[in-house]
C-alpha cells in the first residue's frame, strides 16, 4: 500500500501535468492558425500537437485519480512525456521547421516544462515504491 503524503504528491503532479497538457492542446487545436505566425511554425504541426496532448490529457488525469496509482501507467505517462521533450528538441535541431526566435523559445520552454514534470512524477513514483516495500 502507498504512503497517503506520497502518493498525494504523485497524483497532484500527474493531476498538474494533465491540466497543462490539456490547457496547451486546447490552445494549439484552437489557436493554431493564430499562432503560427506568431511563432514561424506550421498551423497543421500546431494543430496536430494540440489534438495528440488531448487524449493524453484525458489519460493522465485518469492514472491521477484512481485510487491505487498504477506504477506501470505512470511509466507509460513518463516515457510519453520524455518522447514529447526528444521530438521536440529533434524539431528544432532537425531543420524541419524554422520557427523565429519567439518558436523556438516556445518548443523550448515547452520541453523544459514536460521534463520538469516527467522527473517530479519519477520522484512521486520512486517515493511510492519505496514506501510500497
Not at 503560427?36 to 489534438?51: H, I, K, N, T
Not at 529533434?90 to 524554422?98: D, I, M, Y
Request: charged share 10%.
Amino acid at each position: 500500500m502507498f504512503n497517503t503524503q506520497s502518493s498525494s504528491f504523485l497524483r497532484r503532479v500527474l493531476l498538474a501535468d494533465a491540466l497543462t497538457s490539456f490547457g496547451t492542446g486546447l490552445l494549439l487545436t484552437l489557436d493554431a492558425g493564430f499562432l503560427a505566425p506568431l511563432l514561424g511554425l506550421p498551423s497543421a504541426l500546431l494543430s496536430e500537437a494540440g489534438l495528440i496532448l488531448l487524449p493524453f490529457a484525458a489519460l493522465v488525469a485518469y492514472v491521477g485519480t484512481r485510487e491505487q496509482v498504477s506504477p506501470r501507467w505512470v511509466w507509460a505517462v513518463i516515457l510519453c512525456n520524455a518522447l514529447w521533450v526528444i521530438d521536440s528538441i529533434a524539431l528544432l535541431l532537425s531543420g524541419w521547421v524554422t520557427p523565429n526566435l519567439a518558436g523556438t523559445v516556445f518548443v523550448a520552454a515547452q520541453a523544459l516544462a514536460v521534463a520538469v514534470l516527467a522527473e517530479l512524477e519519477y520522484v512521486g513514483l520512486r517515493k511510492n515504491t519505496a514506501l510500497a516495500v
